[in-house]
């Protein structure tokens, strides 16, 4: 089975302040995701990455950068946090290209912006 | 773009014991598709993955697909509490996207 790791479980940020996700898979697999999920919205896609050193933007972008660092690490910062990203936040990775689209989430992190 | 519609749109009550068929519509033909499940704020938890519109089982649950409708079916037989939740489903049209449907919550009564 997958595994895919994220911290912090829960983050209560400040409106301005910044706030950094971090997402862990020990799968070695290529391709990692962020998403939000919000009701009536369902699951958006925020950044992806194909590998290490790449991030891609995916359909939500604005207000949010991607840093991937190694094959097992995906970090989604917030520089300027505010209410409207109050959401929870699955991160997720899978093979990816030819290989299969499959994939493994993590258990979100519930973030909080006052 | 690409959208994915579930019925039943929002949820579907059964009796322990019923089956229940969830179906997932798209505007697109597609690569794979994936079915999810989610309890009230948890994680997405993989039930079946299918490429090449496949059938896939799982225990109780099989995933069938029409690809000339573009349409694909997750078939929950003799259906159990605990199966209570929220079914997604997701497709990959090509490229690296993956497209969610909004879900379908499930909710099954003794």
């Known amino acids: 089975e997958a595994a895919v790791t994220q911290s912090p479980r829960n983050k209560v940020a400040v409106t301005g302040g910044k706030v950094t996700l971090s997402c862990n898979q020990t799968?070695?697999?290529?391709?990692m995701y962020w998403y939000r999920q919000d009701t009536g919205h369902g699951l958006r896609l925020i950044h992806y990455s194909y590998g290490a050193g790449s991030t891609e933007k995916g359909d939500i972008p604005d207000g949010y950068k991607a840093s991937r660092p190694s094959q097992e690490n995906f970090s989604l910062i917030l520089e300027l946090a505010t209410p409207s990203q109050t959401s929870v936040y699955f991160c997720?990775?899978?093979?990816?290209?030819?290989?299969?689209?499959?994939?493994?989430f993590g258990p979100g992190t519930r973030l909080t912006v006052l | 773009g690409q959208q994915v519609q579930q019925s039943p749109p929002a949820s579907l009550v059964l009796q322990e014991g019923e089956n229940a068929e969830l179906q997932c519509t798209y505007s697109t033909t597609l690569n794979s598709m994936q079915w999810f499940y989610q309890r009230p704020g948890g994680r997405l938890v993989s039930l079946l993955y299918?490429?090449?519109?496949a059938e896939q089982r799982g225990g109780r649950l099989t995933s069938s697909a029409a690809s000339n409708e573009s349409r694909s079916s997750l078939h929950i037989s003799s259906s159990q509490i605990t199966d209570s939740g929220t079914y997604l489903c997701?497709?990959?049209?090509?490229?690296?996207?993956?497209?969610f449907g909004s879900g379908t919550r499930l909710l099954v009564s003794p």
């Open positions: 299918s490429p090449s519109w």
């Open positions: 799968n070695n697999h290529n391709n």
């Open positions: 997701a497709m990959e049209p090509g490229g690296y996207k993956v497209v």
């Open positions: 997720a990775s899978g093979h990816g290209g030819a290989i299969s689209y499959e994939q493994y």
